[in-house]
């Protein structure tokens, strides 16, 4: 049976021959630059270079790539969904954001390159014991290739299909080709620096979708008036009361967020070996703080246009019936771009894509090559080492494909994707932080507990799965586990898995290492006793900065 469009072909506004050329070109010059950039550093075939960009990161690009990494055709949809949807609530995802970048900044930053590791897994080997590292290693590359790959690729073949016509299974299969070549040929290298052109891409494509939608408008007033004639102003709200219909009341926020956050950001390789590249520790710093002010502009020009988009439907202002808000996004390029522009969003799309795919791919190979083959193989060169690591970099992509349908199957890509991590994040929270401000966290208490805490987030996530697949059957599951939002669920059991880890380290105090009293803080303000770099740039100034900016972003959106 073929596929059904995304949106009606008599809906789309036609593909001009600028369209394609600026797709081609595009295409052409990111792949090219990444291969050059990645191949001119990796001279001599250094898996450190390879892997890592020979620990040459300065904080602009750091900060950047956190950033392009993070934003996927994920975000360009789904954020937009959500605002035509709910307005700006979900626009939280990006802003709680700033928050637990300031504690990857002052608190996680410092002991990743301070121990000098390769991986996420090698610190927690180094802080706890081989068990652990192991544990984590085999769950980095899951969430990689199904969250970071996985579900990027499947929004984008939707919006690509709903744009230009083409076969959703052609369109991922021409982005893996595309993404893994200059990925796996150029290491980490082409990937920061093809990021950090795609992030301004992304940028430019966004905020022109933005302008064209307050025109069609008729600016902020014209939105506000639709808004208040329509009774959903509450559209404009960032914290909703209890009870409210979007099921994300304010304290689900505050309290589940940091769960998620510090997972995604402080303990995901996928981000963090951003962080692990940089050239010293006031870089790795910086680096994070930076992204933490770009995360600032995704509520206004990925969440805002789709709340702006609500308003001109619903002042009747175009001619068009909204039958699914996944649709929103391929409509709001169709519809309100003139032709010759749509090339462009299409190329800012395929940026986001590759930004995110390519970051994973390369994590995965890292993984793969360090922590697991390694580790049976430890006399492997360091040119064996890379060449596996494009072989697991390559069977990665080919594991993402597969899964598509699976993951298609989600009816709302946003909250699908977090629903996951709600269930696989507090476990690997709990540990990492924990553990850096905890010192007597224990090696067997940080074991025991990735291991009984993950069981327990499958076994739920399993459950509520089937309940919803098969109500009948699964009729005497607790209400509790199937109503409770997942971002409240993701706080229960991140105080469920705290409280493991204090009592297995009361059961079982030994450490592993003693290298592991380097990898904590004895007390937290420890953390701000570097002096770092004067003026604007010192970490401590630009986290005191993020915070208040987004202090005062809350008290006027609340």
């Known amino acids: 049976m073929p596929a059904t469009p995304l949106i009606n072909s008599s809906a789309t506004s036609p593909i001009v021959a600028w369209d394609i050329i600026v797709i081609i ?124 790959i996985g579900f990027s690729m499947v929004t984008g073949s939707i919006v690509l299909h709903g744009m230009f016509g083409i076969n959703v299974w052609v369109s991922i299969i021409a982005m893996a080709v595309l993404t893994g070549l200059y990925t796996i040929v150029g290491g980490l290298m082409a990937v920061v620096v093809t990021e950090s052109i795609q992030t301004v891409v992304l940028l430019l494509g966004a905020i022109i979708i933005t302008i064209f939608a307050f025109d069609k408008v008729g600016g902020w007033n014209g939105m506000m008036d639709g808004l208040n004639t329509a009774e959903e102003l509450r559209k404009l709200s ?61 509520v206004f020009i990925f969440v805002l246009p789709g709340l702006v988009f609500y308003s001109i439907i619903d002042q009747g202002k175009l001619n068009l019936t909204i039958n699914n808000s996944k649709e929103v996004y391929a409509y709001m390029i169709t519809h309100l771009l003139p032709p010759g522009l749509t090339g462009v969003m299409a190329a800012a799309l395929m940026a986001a894509l590759m930004s995110t795919v390519s970051g994973a791919l390369n994590s995965v190979s890292t993984l793969f090559s360090y922590d697991l083959y390694k580790r049976f193989r430890p006399h492997t060169s360091d040119k064996q080492l890379v060449s596996v690591g494009r072989w697991a970099a390559f069977f990665a992509m080919l594991i993402a494909i597969a899964l598509v349908p699976l993951l298609n199957s989600y009816s709302s890509i946003f909250e699908g994707l977090n629903d996951i991590i709600a269930h696989i994040a507090p476990p690997v929270t709990c540990v990492f932080m924990v553990g850096i401000f905890w010192p007597k966290a224990s090696a067997k208490s940080a074991r025991l507990t990735l291991w009984i805490g993950s069981a327990i987030g499958a076994l739920l996530f399993v459950v509520k799965s089937l309940h919803k697949g098969f109500p009948q059957t699964f009729s005497a599951v607790p209400s509790f586990f199937i109503d409770t939002p997942f971002m409240m669920m993701a706080f229960y059991l991140l105080l469920l898995c705290i409280a493991m880890q204090v009592l297995f380290t009361r059961l079982y105090p030994k450490q592993a290492h003693e290298d592991a009293e380097k990898l904590y803080w004895p007390k937290p303000l420890m953390a701000l006793q570097d002096k770092g770099w004067p003026g604007l740039a010192n970490y401590k100034v630009l986290a005191a900065l993020l915070l208040a900016i987004m202090i005062i972003l809350y008290i006027i959106f609340h």
């Open 25 to 148: 070109v595009y295409l052409v010059g990111i792949v090219s630059l990444g291969i050059w950039a990645g191949l001119r550093k990796k001279q001599g075939h250094g898996a450190g270079d390879y892997f890592l960009a020979g620990k040459s990161l300065r904080w602009p690009m750091i900060g950047m790539a956190l950033f392009a990494t993070n934003i996927s055709c994920v975000h360009l949809v789904s954020l937009a969904q959500a605002g035509f949807d709910t307005g700006l609530l979900m626009g939280n995802f990006e802003w709680m954001a700033a928050f637990t970048l300031v504690l990857l900044g002052l608190f996680f930053a410092p002991f990743y390159i301070r121990s000098r590791v390769s991986t996420l897994p090698d610190f927690l080997e180094k802080r706890y014991s081989r068990e652990c590292r192991d544990w984590l290693a085999v769950l980095s590359m899951i969430s990689a290739i199904t969250i970071h």
């Open 238 to 298: 960032m914290l909703r009361p209890h009870g409210d219909a979007s099921n994300f009341p304010w304290y689900s926020i505050f309290l589940g967020y940091p769960v998620l956050g510090i997972w995604y950001w402080c303990a995901d390789q996928t981000i963090v070996q951003r962080v692990l590249g940089a050239r010293d520790e006031n870089h790795a710093r910086t680096g994070p703080l930076f992204a933490g002010l770009i995360k600032i502009l995704p």
